[in-house]
C-alpha cells in the first residue's frame, strides 16, 4: 500500500497550520513519490543527521510481520522521532523502493542567561531550569522553563513578573538562550478576609495565622506576600485553632486568594463553620489488653471532666498512654479516642480504647533532604529506632519534635511497606533553612541608658544540634561579653548540658555610687520532667568587685577614723564648711575638711570596697511549670518558676536564696488578656556570715513600677552620704495588667495598651552596719515589713519587627520616707515616673 498524493497535500497543509503551535516539535510530514511498497529497515537512507547517527534513527523503525515496515510502522516511528525533542522536523518519504528520511536537528545550547534578575540569583534559576548548555535545544522545554520561572517568582510574591525566552543563532547550528525578565513589584495581600466567623473577633483569627497584610512596616516583614502555600498552611492553623478551643465540629471551608488589580495585591478570604463549642463529658479508659491496667493509664490524662474540649490535649493523652504502655511491656499497644457527641448539653464523652495493635516492626528508617544537619540530630527526636515495635503515635511525637527544632522549613513522615508483611520502612522528608543568626543590636533603657551589642549566634552549629553565640555589650554605664554553648543531648540522653563564660561591668549612674565588675561561668543541666515540668541544675562561680571615685572613699583619712587612732567617725563630730571646700576663705585641713563634706558612699560599700575581689561558688537548681499557648504572646496559660541557690561551696560568701514567680495569662474577652502575676524571695546567711551588701536583692521597676532602679527597700540614712541602696533580704511582689490591641490601628503592627495596678515591698536588711576601720555606724532607714509600696499606670507594648519595645507611665500611691535621727533631709525611695525599654537586631 502507499501514501496518496492528497494525503501528502493534506499533511503539508496540516503543518503550515499547526505551525504556531506545534514550534517545538517542528513539522513532521510523510511524502511519496509513488506507490509505497512495504520496506525493511536495510532500505531507509537517513538524511540531515550531524549530530546523530543515521543506525539510531533507523532503529526508531520496528519491523512488523515478516520483517517489513508498513504504513503503521512508519507512523511510530515518526511519533518516536518527535519525542525525543532532538529534531526541529522529520519527513518520511519514498524514492527508488526505499523509505528516505529526512531529518533538521534541533541546535545545541552554548549557554543559558538571564537578563533583568534582580531578587532572584542566577544560581537558584539555573538549578531550576531544565535547558542545560551542550544540551539539545527544545521548545516545549523551553516554555516549561518559563513557567518555572514564573513559578519562583510567585513564591516570592512577584505575580506581576513577565519571562520571554529569547534565542540568539550561532554558526553550526549553535545557540544562546536567555531568558529575558521583568520582575515587577511585590505582590501583597491587601486585606484578609474571615467569613461565618462568630467566637471570635477578626483579630484574634490574624494572630493564628502566617500571612499578613501589607502596611507601613511591609518592608521588614514577608508575610504580607501572598504565598498559595502559606494560605493552605493557615487552613490548617485555623483548624487547629478552633479544636483547641472546644469546636469539634469545625470546617475551613475554603482559603480563597483573589487578585485586585485596582488595589495591585490579593484579597484572601478564609470561610469558616464554626460549629458548637463542646465540653468534655466523660471519660473513658478502657483496656482491651488484658494485662493492662486502665487506672494506671488514667494519670496520663491530659483533660478533665468540664472543661473545653481541646484536640491537641487528646493528642497527647494519647501519646502518654502509648509511653505507659510500652514502658509496662506491651509496645505494640495501640491507644485510639472515641468521641460522642451529645448535641442537646455540647459535651463529648470521650474513650480512649486500649487495644493490642498489629505487630510491625521498623525495618529502616531513612533521612532524607539534610544537606547540613547530621543524620543523628534528626534520628534522635525518635522515641523508636530501627528492629523497634512500630507506633503511630511516636512517630507523631519525633514529627513535633522535629518541627519544633527550627532547623527545617518542612518535615514530612511517611511510610512505606518493608521487605515482609511485618516490616515498614519510615522516611523522613526535611528542608532544611538557615539557623545561624549575626546581628547588631541597639537599645536604650532608662536604667542602663543607650546600649549597643553585637553577637553572633547558630542553632545548629556545625549541623550537629548545638546551640552557640557569642555576644559583646556596649553602652553608657554597662559593658560585658557572654559566650555561650549549649548541647542538647548530653551523653546521648535527653538532657541538655550548658557552659556560659561572661563579664559584665556596671558604671555608676544616678541610683548607685559606685562602678561594679563581675566575670564569672555557668554550668548548665536542664531536661523535662514531664510536658509541663523542667528541671534545671547549675554551678555558678564569679568573681565580683567595686570602685568608687576618691571623694566617696576619704572618711578613712579622717583624723576621727579608729584606724588614725580617732574614736569613730560621725556626721556629728566632723566639721562640715561653712563655704564648698576650697572655695573663697575655706581653710583646708589634714585630712580633708569634713570627709562628708564632698559626699561620700555608704559604709556598706567602702566596706565591700575595702574588702576587694570577692569570689562566689554557689549550687542551685531551677523548676518551672510552663502551660502557656505561646511562649512569646500568650493569651492563656500558666507559668510558675522556683530557683533557689547555694552558695558557700568554696568561695568567700555564704547564703542560701530562694524565689518564686507565678504568672498567670486569661482572656477576659475577645482581645483582651489579663495578667496576673505574683513573686517572692529570701537570701539567708549561714556559717555565722553576714550577707554582703550586692548579695541582697535590689529591687525597683522589676517588684513595683513608678520607682527607679534599686530605688525600693532599705537606704543608708547617714548624713552627707550619697544614701546607697542596701538591698534587703525578703521581698514580696503582686501585678494585675490588662492587654488589648488598639483596635485604631493595624493588628499586624503589634502595638498594645495596657493598663496595671503593681504593689509589693522590700525590707530586711542583714548586711553590716559597724565598720571597725573608721569606727562608723550605718543608719538603715525606710525598713518595714507591713509598708506596702505601690502604684498604677499605663503602658504601651509595641511587638516591632525592629525588636520588642515597651513604654510606661507609673505613678506611685504610697512610698516609704524617713527622716535621719542625727538630722538633715527626708529620705524617699526613689521614684521614677516614666520608663523605657528595647531594643532591634538589624
Not at 513600677?705 to 503582686?734: K, V
Request: aromatic share 10%; glycine share 10%.
Amino acid at each position: 500500500m502507499g501514501l496518496s498524493v492528497r494525503r501528502v497535500r493534506g499533511l503539508a497543509i496540516g503543518c503550515l497550520i499547526l505551525g504556531g503551535i506545534l514550534v517545538g516539535a517542528g513539522c513532521v510530514t510523510l511524502a511519496s513519490s509513488g506507490a509505497a511498497v512495504a520496506q525493511t529497515v536495510s532500505s531507509i537512507v537517513v538524511e540531515g543527521s550531524r549530530r546523530v547517527e543515521p543506525d539510531t534513527i533507523r532503529s526508531y523503525f520496528k519491523p512488523g510481520p515478516g520483517g517489513r515496515i508498513g504504513p503503521e510502522q512508519e507512523d511510530e516511528a515518526l511519533k518516536a522521532l518527535v519525542a525525543t525533542g532532538l529534531f526541529s522536523d522529520v519527513r518520511v518519504s519514498h524514492t527508488g523502493g526505499r523509505i528516505v528520511v529526512t531529518i533538521v536537528e534541533n541546535p545545541v545550547i552554548n549557554r543559558v542567561a538571564f537578563e533583568g534578575n534582580k531578587k532572584a540569583k542566577d544560581e537558584q534559576l539555573t538549578a531550576e531550569v531544565q535547558s542545560k548548555p551542550r544540551g539539545t535545544l527544545s521548545r516545549p522545554t523551553v516554555q516549561a522553563d518559563v513557567q518555572r520561572i514564573v513559578e519562583i517568582y510567585h513564591r516570592t510574591g512577584r505575580f506581576d513578573v513577565s519571562v520571554n525566552p529569547k534565542i540568539i543563532e550561532l554558526p553550526n547550528n549553535r545557540v544562546d538562550l536567555v531568558f529575558e525578565i521583568q520582575e515587577g513589584e511585590k505582590t501583597g495581600v491587601k486585606e484578609l478576609r474571615f467569613v461565618g466567623t462568630k467566637a471570635f473577633s477578626y483579630g484574634r483569627l490574624k494572630d493564628v495565622i502566617k500571612t499578613s497584610e501589607s502596611n507601613w512596616l511591609s518592608f521588614l516583614q514577608t508575610t504580607d506576600i501572598y504565598d498559595p502555600d502559606r494560605v493552605e498552611a493557615d487552613r490548617d492553623l485555623l483548624r487547629r485553632f478552633y479544636l483547641k478551643h472546644g469546636y469539634a465540629d469545625v470546617r475551613i471551608v475554603s482559603a480563597v486568594g483573589e487578585y485586585d488589580p485596582a488595589r495591585k495585591g490579593f484579597v484572601v478570604t478564609f470561610t469558616i463553620d464554626e460549629g458548637s463549642q463542646y465540653r468534655v463529658g466523660n471519660i473513658e479508659v478502657i483496656s482491651n489488653v488484658r494485662a493492662i491496667d486502665p487506672q494506671i493509664l488514667r494519670g496520663q490524662l491530659k483533660l478533665s471532666t468540664g472543661s473545653v474540649y481541646n484536640a491537641d490535649l487528646v493528642e497527647k493523652s494519647v501519646e502518654s498512654m502509648t509511653v505507659q504502655a510500652a514502658k509496662v511491656g506491651y509496645a505494640f499497644a495501640s491507644v485510639r479516642p472515641r468521641g460522642e457527641r451529645n448535641f442537646e448539653t455540647k459535651t463529648i464523652n470521650i474513650a480512649f480504647v486500649v487495644e493490642e495493635g498489629a505487630r510491625a516492626y521498623i525495618e529502616r528508617i531513612n533521612i532524607r533532604g539534610n544537606t547540613r544537619t547530621r543524620d543523628y540530630v534528626i534520628r534522635r527526636e525518635f522515641d523508636l529506632g530501627e528492629g523497634d515495635a512500630y507506633n503511630r503515635a511516636l512517630i507523631d511525637r519525633a514529627e513535633r519534635r522535629l518541627k519544633n527544632l527550627g532547623f527545617f522549613k518542612v518535615v514530612k513522615i511517611t511510610n512505606e511497606p518493608g521487605s515482609a508483611p511485618d516490616r515498614v520502612v519510615i522516611n523522613v522528608d526535611v528542608e532544611e533553612q538557615a539557623t545561624g543568626e549575626f546581628s547588631v543590636s541597639g537599645g536604650y533603657s532608662t536604667a542602663d541608658g543607650f546600649i549597643a551589642e553585637v553577637s553572633v549566634a547558630d542553632r545548629n552549629l556545625m549541623g550537629r544540634g548545638n546551640y552557640g553565640k557569642a555576644s559583646v555589650t556596649y553602652g553608657q554605664r554597662v559593658r560585658g561579653f557572654d559566650l555561650s554553648f549549649v548541647e542538647p543531648f548530653l551523653f546521648g540522653y535527653r538532657m541538655a548540658g550548658g557552659i556560659d563564660i561572661f563579664g559584665r561591668q556596671n558604671l555608676a549612674s544616678q541610683y548607685v555610687s559606685y562602678d561594679s565588675q563581675t566575670i564569672g561561668t555557668n554550668l548548665r543541666l536542664g531536661f523535662a520532667l514531664t510536658e509541663e515540668i523542667a528541671f534545671q541544675p547549675r554551678y555558678t562561680f564569679y568573681q565580683q568587685k567595686i570602685t568608687l571615685p576618691s571623694q566617696y572613699d576619704d572618711c578613712q583619712f579622717s583624723s576621727n577614723a579608729l584606724i588614725n587612732g580617732g574614736t569613730g567617725v560621725t556626721p556629728g563630730n566632723e566639721p562640715f564648711p561653712t563655704n564648698p571646700p576650697g572655695g573663697p576663705g575655706d581653710t583646708i585641713v589634714n585630712p580633708p575638711f569634713g570627709c562628708y563634706a564632698n559626699g561620700e558612699a555608704s559604709l556598706a560599700v567602702r566596706k565591700e570596697l575595702a574588702q576587694g575581689p570577692v569570689n562566689v561558688s554557689l549550687v542551685g537548681y531551677t523548676v518551672s511549670y510552663n502551660t502557656l499557648d505561646n511562649n512569646k504572646l500568650p493569651t492563656s496559660g500558666l507559668y510558675t518558676e522556683l530557683r533557689q541557690d547555694f552558695a558557700g561551696v568554696g568561695g568567700d560568701v555564704q547564703f542560701i536564696r530562694t524565689s518564686f514567680e507565678a504568672r498567670n495569662y486569661y482572656e477576659v474577652f475577645s482581645d483582651i488578656v489579663s495578667v496576673v502575676k505574683v513573686q517572692a524571695g529570701n537570701i539567708s546567711p549561714w556559717g555565722g556570715e553576714q550577707l554582703r551588701m550586692l548579695d541582697q536583692f535590689q529591687m525597683g521597676p522589676n517588684l513595683v513600677r513608678g520607682f527607679s532602679t534599686a530605688g525600693i527597700g532599705q537606704r543608708d540614712l547617714t548624713p552627707g552620704t550619697t544614701n546607697d541602696a542596701l538591698g534587703g533580704s525578703l521581698y514580696w511582689g503582686a501585678t494585675v495588667e490588662a492587654q488589648t490591641p488598639l483596635y485604631f490601628l493595624p493588628k499586624d503592627i503589634g502595638i498594645k495598651v495596657a493598663a496595671f495596678a503593681d504593689a509589693g515591698n522590700l525590707w530586711s536588711y542583714k548586711g553590716p552596719t559597724f565598720w571597725n576601720v573608721t569606727g562608723e555606724t550605718l543608719q538603715v532607714g525606710l525598713d518595714s515589713a507591713s509598708f506596702i509600696r505601690s502604684s498604677v499606670g499605663v503602658g504601651l507594648l509595641w511587638d516591632s519587627p525592629l525588636g520588642p519595645l515597651r513604654f510606661d507611665l507609673a505613678y506611685p500611691l504610697t512610698k516609704y520616707c524617713a527622716t535621719p535621727t542625727l538630722g538633715g533631709p527626708e529620705v524617699c525611695d526613689r521614684t521614677q515616673f516614666f520608663r523605657f525599654s528595647g531594643g532591634t537586631k538589624f
